[in-house]
């Protein structure tokens, strides 16, 4: 029995990737609840490996035409949508097992709203005598269309630690909850009292989230631990995709490097590290801050470096040549590169600096230091041209570089999504506001969007070849099957000579069965011709 059960809900994709699925935020949530005197739990959907086959979404039928048949080629995309995660069965005699006065659920992405309210349903339906509240992302852009689930009591918008302990409080001790910042409750004549996002303004002063409260051992990685930290909340940037930028309600702030460095050494205390990915936005935008806290972490581990990254992307002006040397002493092997786009015009539209310069200085640097790097584009967006984003990609092609190929989807709370409401773009449902549902039909169209991501696929198995010292095959067309038991690599090469052939993309199904893609010809053609193969 505990105070405050806080839920992370199962995902309905088509993938999931589990590393990026630690609940930091809620630990940090029930650290500062326990702060007050609240005992607190987690109920963690996702730690399990299981998952099962499901029916997509209403309204995403269209999406069989691109996924609908299996591939084993090394560069197939997806197949099967799947609820991963426990059953709400199972979840729901958590939640009766925990007898909490409090559930709080986090809803981090529109697109997965529908299992939030799923399990507010269901947390309701076990806990008739408790507060329902949603946080997160979601709710904070969103706030009444999560209120109107009727088994939503609540919503703290912007930062859970600041908000729930409050919320909290006041409950248990039958006070007044207008007065919690970021709530959102219904008033008596059904109207929303909707308070603005809760800051926290002084982020070193929060507690360090507690880590038993996590399922460590499922997120391992090679028997060791993995580890989510944020040493800053916001972005001073201002893209137009982004929600999180300089103009949003979260603005920018870093934390001092010695709260970052007391986290990590609570993370790693008596445990194994291997892996420390950090989910800022903008990790390098201050070098002096960063270079304190690469060596910071180097007194950490010593000679025991886990590996670290920074998954959400480093923004390639802020990488000098003492940066990189930097990250590569502290464990870096990969830098993941934010280029956006080559193209004028369309970084004129995403508000975005042309960093084409620092993006090959940076990857010099990463050279020099043999260290990996992946640059990643948009595509898909509001009036991108689609032929610019195939520029991308041999932008990528002619570098030492693999390709990140992100589908745009309408985030709730950035200018694009506002200009795509205004364009009549946004999708009739929530659940489309996801990159592998092809959100947006228009200039670039969904059959072109999924080429491009098939072509970085393509592209990247072009570039593993070249690693292993592999010769690229010759133009060569294909059988129609390939012979069993399948080898997925000489499988590929054969798909690949049969697209430099005729420009083609085909998949490989169990069987051996060779089948076209439904993919954009011109695409694929301009992107064939624009290769460095010689």
């Not at 505990?2 to 809620?26: E, M, S």
Request: net charge neutral.
């Amino acid at each position: 029995m505990v105070d405050i059960l806080l839920i992370q809900p199962p995902i309905a994709d088509f993938y999931l990737t589990a590393k990026r699925t630690i609940p930091y935020g809620l630990a940090s949530i029930a650290a500062a609840a326990a702060q007050k005197g609240f005992s607190v739990a987690i109920l963690d959907a996702l730690a399990t490996g299981k998952s099962r086959v499901i029916d997509p979404p209403e309204g995403m039928d269209d999406l069989a035409a691109f996924y609908g048949r299996a591939d084993r080629s090394p560069f197939g995309l997806f197949h099967h949508y799947r609820h991963y995660g426990y059953s709400f069965e199972h979840l729901s005699r958590q939640v009766k097992a925990s007898g909490a006065f409090l559930v709080g659920i986090a809803a981090l992405f529109t697109a997965y709203s529908d299992m939030a309210l799923a399990v507010a349903r269901m947390a309701k339906a076990g806990l008739p005598g408790g507060t329902v509240v949603l946080g997160g992302h979601h709710p904070t852009a969103l706030p009444a269309a999560v209120m109107a689930e009727p088994a939503v009591d609540l919503v703290l918008r912007g930062e859970g630690e600041v908000g729930l302990p409050a919320l909290a409080t006041a409950l248990k001790s039958g006070g007044s909850i207008s007065g919690v910042p970021g709530i959102v409750y219904r008033n008596p004549d059904g109207s929303l009292h909707i308070s603005n996002p809760a800051v926290c303004r002084d982020p070193d002063r929060l507690p360090v989230p507690d880590f038993s409260l996590i399922r460590r051992q499922f997120y391992q990685r090679f028997g060791q631990d993995s580890v989510v930290v944020t040493a800053g909340r916001g972005c001073p940037l201002k893209c137009s995709y982004c929600a999180t930028g300089a103009e949003s309600w979260m603005g920018f702030r870093k934390r001092p490097v010695a709260a970052v460095i007391r986290e990590l050494q609570a993370a790693s205390a008596g445990r194994q590290v291997g892996f420390v990915d950090f989910e800022d936005e903008n990790l390098t935008m201050d070098r002096r801050w960063f270079l304190e806290l690469m060596e910071g972490i180097r007194g950490i581990f010593g000679d025991c470096m886990p590996e670290l990254r920074a998954m959400n992307g480093l923004f390639p002006p802020t990488l000098t040549e003492p940066v990189v040397r930097a990250m590569k002493a502290s464990g870096f092997k990969t830098l993941n590169l934010s280029l956006g786009s080559a193209d004028a015009g369309q970084l004129q539209r995403f508000n975005r600096p042309d960093v084409r310069i620092a993006f090959d200085r940076a990857l010099d640097y990463a050279q020099r230091e043999e260290l990996a790097a992946v640059g990643y584009i948009i595509v898909g967006a509001p009036d991108q041209d689609p032929l610019s984003s195939v520029d991308d990609l041999l932008f990528l092609a002619r570098r030492r570089v693999l390709a990140g190929v992100s589908v745009f989807y309408p985030a709730p709370g950035s200018a694009d999504y506002e200009r795509c409401r205004d364009l009549g773009l946004l999708p009739a449902a929530f659940a489309r506001m996801r990159a592998t549902a092809l959100p947006i039909d228009q200039r670039t169209s969904r059959t072109e969007s999924v080429t491009l991501l098939r072509l970085g696929r393509l592209l990247n198995f072009m570039k593993s070849l070249e690693s292993a010292g592999v010769p690229i095959p010759r133009p060569a067309p294909v059988d129609n099957r390939i012979a069993l038991p399948l080898d997925r690599f000489q499988a590929g090469l054969k798909l690949l000579a049969a697209f430099l052939w005729d420009g083609g993309i085909r998949g490989l199904e169990p069987d051996g069965t060779v089948y076209d893609h439904r993919v954009s010809v011109e695409l694929c053609r301009r992107f064939r011709d624009g290769l460095p193969v010689s």
